[in-house]
């Protein structure tokens, strides 16, 4: 599929952007819970001696790395050539390198929202008013002001 105009240009744009939303947004929501109970023993492990923070917020950030990655893998695969992009390495490994990281940063908000409050359901709702802050200032594609009409 060829890009003819601006327009095929703003929907195959507006299509990833919904995509990759949906997703980050599906894993920030889904890794709450599981966040929620490991702090339950990580608080009663740490009260025993076993457990440091440090360590332990490093082991939760490396263990998310490979279910992203294979995530993205699949994600990658399958968007890329629903969307028809031209089949060169070098685009191929930049399209996976940026949901990558959007997948990573969705999640390990998520992670993060856990950690600064009490519990999962108010981290849900902080995350979910953030989300939508997210949403709102990263979708629109703003053309240069002469092409607006009057």
């Known amino acids: 599929m060829f890009r003819e105009s601006s327009t095929d240009l703003n929907m195959v744009i507006g299509a ?3 995509a990759v939303i949906f997703i980050g947004i599906n894993n ?9 109970i490991e702090r339950t ?3 009663r492990e740490r009260a025993a001696g076993m457990y440091a923070p440090l360590p ?12 992203v990655f294979a995530q993205t893998v699949f994600y990658s695969l399958i968007v890329y050539a629903m969307v028809s992009f031209e089949w060169k390495v070098k685009n191929f490994f930049w399209f996976f390198f ?5 997948f990573l940063y969705f999640t390990y908000y998520g992670l993060m929202t856990v950690s600064i409050t009490p519990n999962h359901q108010v981290a849900s709702i902080f995350a979910a008013a953030f989300n939508g802050l997210f ?3 990263s979708s629109f594609f703003i053309p240069k002001r002469e092409s607006i009409p009057f």
Request: charged share 5%; aromatic share 22%.
């Open 98 to 102: 940026v949901s990558f990281f959007s």
């Open 16 to 18: 990833l952007h919904a």
């Open 41 to 43: 023993v990580f608080y």
């Open 135 to 137: 949403n709102l200032f």
């Open 56 to 67: 332990y917020a490093i082991a939760q950030v490396f263990t998310e790395i490979p279910y």
């Open 28 to 36: 920030c929501q889904t890794v709450q819970p599981v966040v929620a």
